[in-house]
């Protein structure tokens, strides 16, 4: 007890918080469907990706938190003092689309991982069942508490670097080939990478990140950095740790999971994986028992984390929009807005599993989305960062500047490779 009190009291782990939330959402069900994908098809020569994508993902969530926790106000409420109203109400449309299409794929994912598990019931009770667990703990639980257990849940991930060890792994090979891959840049390849590049750096991310940090500033009863700038240093030195952990986080364990399903999957010929449930099936015959429910039961724990992140942030994303009251922190009653859009995203993407709907086909539409909205979002997001009218004089360093234009860069030229191979 006394190592687990000196543990979480430790300067660093208290340092944590919406930077490792976010970026441990990343690698939700979906995610995991996307990386198991790489894995098994390309074996370990997918494993570059997440070397690259890593400084650009970090470099982009800084500049999202950083914007929160200057201006004391979240994403969409700054586009809306920056920009015409067209270009926030179009973004934020495209962003609640792709997020309930997401929240569909990770909840009948976590029902059918579910299922395997307890063999017995149905895929889709399971799915009801999780999805209104996610939303009851939304809406009921005070922010602290709620926040304390995403942060906590993000544990559940350490199960795919458990994985990996519970396999045969040949780590020379695995060291060469991420430095330097045998890849052929075929329209499957390409297609596959824009998937990668997609999954990895998200624009729901961005807006729960900036919002987070707001969460935090009214916890604390404090305010933003341009009213407070006594705090700036401490308070970007806790971003920076929080988010280098976070993202650093988010990529090991894609990192892991392609390794596992690389040296299991692709190494037997199995290559066709189309979701995360179906990797964990497909590991139970090769990597036993153990590496299958380690598995499975990672799935779940990602789905419970990714879902409120998904859910939340197109709420704050449209209630900043229109001006309504918002927060976790606020009660029902004081924020209904806010807490209907959590509910109709997380019902809907509920129903959405009932529909006539391939979940496979939503899940691409749901990753073109991201994709096609990122580069916008993104570029919204540094010029908002070097607007001393909206920043002050906590406007982005040089280094960060180039950092995040390389971001943009990267995810343009994914876009246009995307449409490209399409």
């Avoid at 944590?16 to 994908?37: C, H, R």
């Avoid at 993104?378 to 040089?398: C, D, E, K, P, Y």
Wanted: charged share 10%.
């Amino acid at each position: 007890m006394k190592l687990f009190r000196r543990i979480t009291e430790h300067d660093t782990v208290k340092a944590l918080g919406p930077g490792l939330i976010t970026g441990a959402a990343d690698d939700d069900p979906s995610g995991i469907a996307t990386y198991s994908q790489a894995g098994a098809q390309f074996g370990f020569n997918t494993l570059w990706t997440l070397v690259l994508t890593y400084p650009f993902m970090v470099g982009i969530q800084l500049v999202s938190a950083r914007i929160g926790r200057v201006t004391g106000k979240g994403l969409a409420a700054n586009i809306r003092r920056a920009y015409s109203p067209w270009l926030l109400y179009t973004v934020v449309l495209l962003l609640l689309v792709a997020n309930v299409i997401n929240i569909a794929a990770d909840i009948a994912a976590m029902g059918e991982a579910m299922f395997m598990v307890a063999r017995i019931g149905s895929p889709h009770q399971y799915s009801l069942g999780m999805g209104f667990l996610c939303l009851t703990l939304q809406i009921f639980l005070p922010y602290r508490t709620y926040v304390r257990y995403l942060k906590w849940l993000t544990l559940g991930l350490l199960a795919y670097v458990a994985t990996v060890f519970a396999v045969h792994m040949p780590w020379a090979e695995v060291a060469a080939r991420t430095v330097w891959p045998h890849f052929a840049f075929t329209r499957e390849s390409v297609a596959l990478i824009v998937a990668i590049f997609g999954t990895t750096i998200s624009p729901y991310l961005f807006f729960w990140q900036a919002s987070q940090e707001v969460e935090e500033i009214r916890a604390d009863g404090g305010a933003g950095l341009r009213k407070r700038p006594a705090d700036a240093g401490a308070q970007i030195a806790r971003i920076k740790t929080d988010t280098f952990i976070g993202m650093g986080f988010s990529n090991l364990v894609a990192y892991f999971i392609m390794l596992t399903t690389a040296v299991t999957l692709g190494a037997h010929g199995i290559t066709n994986i189309q979701t995360s449930a179906e990797a964990a099936n497909a590991l139970r015959p090769l990597a036993g028992e153990f590496a299958f429910l380690l598995f499975a039961l990672g799935i779940i724990g990602t789905g419970m984390l990714a879902v409120p992140v998904l859910a939340g942030s197109a709420a704050y994303a449209v209630t900043e929009s229109f001006k309504w009251p918002n927060g976790l922190d606020m009660k029902v009653l004081q924020a209904r807005e806010f807490y209907a859009i959590i509910s109709l995203a997380t019902i809907g993407g509920m129903l959405l599993n009932f529909a006539p709907v391939d979940p496979i086909k939503a899940l691409v539409w749901s990753a073109q989305i991201n994709g096609v909205i990122a580069v916008p979002i993104m570029t919204v997001m540094m010029m908002l960062a070097h607007n001393s009218q909206i920043m002050g004089r906590f406007t982005l360093t040089t280094r960060h500047t180039v950092i995040g234009w390389f971001g943009v860069a990267l995810m343009l030229v994914a876009v246009v490779a995307m449409f490209v191979t399409m």
